[in-house]
């Protein structure tokens, strides 16, 4: 079932990336996406273009938000554009906090900002697309940019 072993890599990054400061091995995984991902903040997670891909296959129930001003493209299945700074004001945040959020921008900085911001709120699965959208064409990935209404 690819859907649960895509959720068993994110499940294994995240672990990674929450390993215990005590203990230096705690970290140590054999998932190579683990070596990819960058605990941010207290909770936000950096993860490179693939296991962003991987990531949102994984979990099609995350809201996938461009948070980069002004519009610059968009990733396939975008469900919303929030300007960075206004993220902690979306009204498509969800009431769980423990429901995943995943972000990117165009270069990663706005994104890192939004996804400072949610950690501070108390979201404790907020996903950010390490390099951005700068980093997903990188990748090989394919960037949209004809705005759709929402983004207009």
């Known amino acids: 079932?690819?859907?649960?072993?895509?959720?068993?890599?994110?499940?294994?990054?995240?672990?990674?990336?929450?390993?215990?400061?005590?203990d230096p091995d705690?970290?140590?995984?054999?998932?190579?996406?683990?070596?990819t991902s960058t605990t941010v903040g207290d909770r936000a997670v950096l993860l490179a273009p693939t296991e962003f891909s991987e990531y949102l296959?994984?979990?099609?129930?995350?809201p996938?938000?461009?948070?980069?001003?002004p519009y610059e493209g968009h990733l396939a299945g975008t469900d919303?554009?929030?300007p960075f700074d206004e993220i902690a004001e979306w009204d498509g945040l969800p009431e769980d906090r423990s429901a995943p959020i995943a972000l990117y921008c165009r270069s990663g900085n706005m994104s890192a900002e939004a996804a400072e911001a949610l950690g501070a709120m108390?979201?404790?699965?907020?996903?950010?697309?390490?390099?951005?959208m700068n980093a997903w064409t990188d990748a090989g990935y394919e960037l949209l940019t004809e705005p759709p209404p929402s983004a207009r």
């Not at 079932?1 to 005590?22: E, H, K, N």
């Not at 996938?64 to 001003?69: A, E, Q, R, T, Y």
């Open 26 to 35: 705690a970290a140590a995984t054999d998932t190579p996406s683990a070596s």
């Open 57 to 62: 296959e994984a979990t099609p129930t995350a």
């Open 80 to 82: 919303d554009f929030v």
């Open 1 to 22: 079932m690819r859907l649960r072993q895509g959720a068993l890599v994110v499940v294994a990054v995240l672990a990674a990336a929450c390993g215990s400061a005590d």
């Open 64 to 69: 996938l938000v461009n948070v980069h001003v």
């Open 122 to 132: 108390g979201y404790e699965e907020v996903i950010d697309l390490e390099g951005g």
